[in-house]
Each structure stands twice: as structure tokens, then as C-alpha cells.
T-cell receptor, first 114, second 111 residues
Framework: EPEVTQTPSHQVTQMGQEVILRCVPI?????FYWYRQILGQKVEFLVS????????KSEIFDDQFSVERPDGSNFTLKIRSTKLEDSAMYFC????????????FGPGTRLLVL | QKEVEQNSGPLSVPEGAIASLNCTYS??????FFWYRQYSGKSPELIMS????GDKEDGRFTAQLNKASQYVSLLIRDSQPSDSATYLC???????????FGGGTRLMVKP
């Protein structure tokens, strides 16, 4: 069964450093998403991406964040200058379409900012 | 601010019982509703989706939607210890390009 994959599974970085989280969505899916979950808190939407541009973004997704689909398979989330409060689990998801289409989640990248 | 509210629990039920999980949402124009299961340290896994008022059954799971009351529920029949997890209610926005999650209800099924 096709699945969303994410790398790395864990990332430790120093405050102020740049990190890139990588995702390979399900191959025939057209919509891609990033969510985050701070330990013990809700899953929060960050951004959705369709046709090589941002479709929707939340207030969390400020200028420190960017997304890119550098090739036909990868979808990346970049955090330019990490802060302590960026420590969270970051989930990539993809869907065949929007609306009623299910979003399938990857296993997540646990980011720890020291 | 669109809100999705769930009782955090824990909801404790004996094995074989029915577990009832509830969710309310604030955005009246929402059209798509999802229940995800999340084991500790893992990613959300889809259990069921529902789009129309009424009941939708899939195996041991039944989702119920009442748009007038802005209420979604999930019933788990014949609960098993392996059902012990946090159940997340998620609501799609009108454009269908983002999900708003509730805080989840932690379910504990005791053998």
C-alpha cells in the first residue's frame, strides 16, 4: 500500500540553525501538507501546497518557514532560523484532491531545537 | 478562529463495551469530517470520514454527523485493548485544503 515517507525521523539542531525536513508524498497525490504537533498538544496545520504554490497557510507559517517541491517526488519544509519553540513533531500529509479526499500522514520528523 | 472541541478523557471502557467519542466544531460551513487514531509517538491514522448528516458504519466503527448541532461522534463497538489510543476529530475548511484538529480523546480499553 502506498504511503507517505519522511526523513529524517529525528533531528536535533541548535537554535538559529536552518533545518530542512523532507517528505515523499504518495505518488499520484496532488495536494501536500505540513502539520506540526508540539508534545502534548493538538495537531496544528501549517501549510498546504498545490500546483507548485501555497494553497493555504496558517498564522504559524511565518517568514521563517518555506516549502518547496524541488523535483517530482520530494516535498520539503525549511525552517530558516530555528527557535526553541519550533521543537515539535512535524507531519507531512498528502491527498489525491482536496475537500472530501482523505489526507494521509507520514510517520513524522521529531525536531528538537537546543 | 475555527475551533474543534473534544473531551480530553481519558475515557475508560471494559473490553467488549461500546466506546462513544464526541466532537463539536464551530465553523458552520464545514463539509468534511474525519476521525483519526493516534498511538503515542505515532502519526494520525484515518479511521473514518463522513460528509452527510446521519450515520456511517465501517466494521466496528460508526460515525455520526449532525450539521445542525455541529456535532460529530464516533462509536466503537466491541472495544479491544488494541483500540486504546487517542482519537482525533478533524474538520476540513470550506476550501478543503486544511484540517483543523481537536485536542483528541484518550481511550483506554481495559481487558
Amino acid at each position: 500500500e502506498p504511503e507517505v515517507t519522511q526523513t529524517p525521523s529525528h533531528q536535533v539542531t541548535q537554535m538559529g540553525q536552518e533545518v530542512i525536513l523532507r517528505c515523499v508524498p504518495i505518488s499520484n497525490h496532488l495536494y501536500f501538507y505540513w502539520y506540526r504537533q508540539i508534545l502534548g498538544q493538538k495537531v496544528e496545520f501549517l501549510v498546504s501546497f498545490y500546483n507548485n504554490e501555497i494553497s493555504e497557510k496558517s498564522e504559524i507559517f511565518d517568514d521563517q518557514f518555506s516549502v518547496e517541491r524541488p523535483d517530482g517526488s520530494n516535498f520539503t519544509l525549511k525552517i530558516r532560523s530555528t527557535k526553541l519553540e519550533d521543537s515539535a513533531m512535524y507531519f507531512c500529509a498528502s491527498s489525491a484532491d482536496r475537500g472530501q479526499e482523505t489526507q494521509y500522514f507520514g510517520p513524522g520528523t521529531r525536531l528538537l531545537v537546543l | 478562529q475555527k475551533e474543534v472541541e473534544q473531551n480530553s478523557g481519558p475515557l475508560s471502557v471494559p473490553e467488549g463495551a461500546i466506546a462513544s467519542l464526541n466532537c463539536t466544531y464551530s465553523d458552520r460551513v464545514s463539509q468534511s469530517f474525519f476521525w483519526y487514531r493516534q498511538y503515542s509517538g505515532k502519526s494520525p491514522e484515518l479511521i473514518m470520514s463522513i460528509y452527510s448528516n446521519g450515520d456511517k458504519e465501517d466494521g466496528r466503527f460508526t460515525a455520526q454527523l449532525n450539521k445542525a448541532s455541529q456535532y460529530v461522534s464516533l462509536l466503537i463497538r466491541d472495544s479491544q485493548p488494541s483500540d486504546s489510543a487517542t482519537y482525533l476529530c478533524a474538520v476540513s475548511n470550506n476550501a478543503g485544503n486544511m484540517l483543523t484538529f481537536g485536542g483528541g480523546t484518550r481511550l483506554m480499553v481495559k481487558p
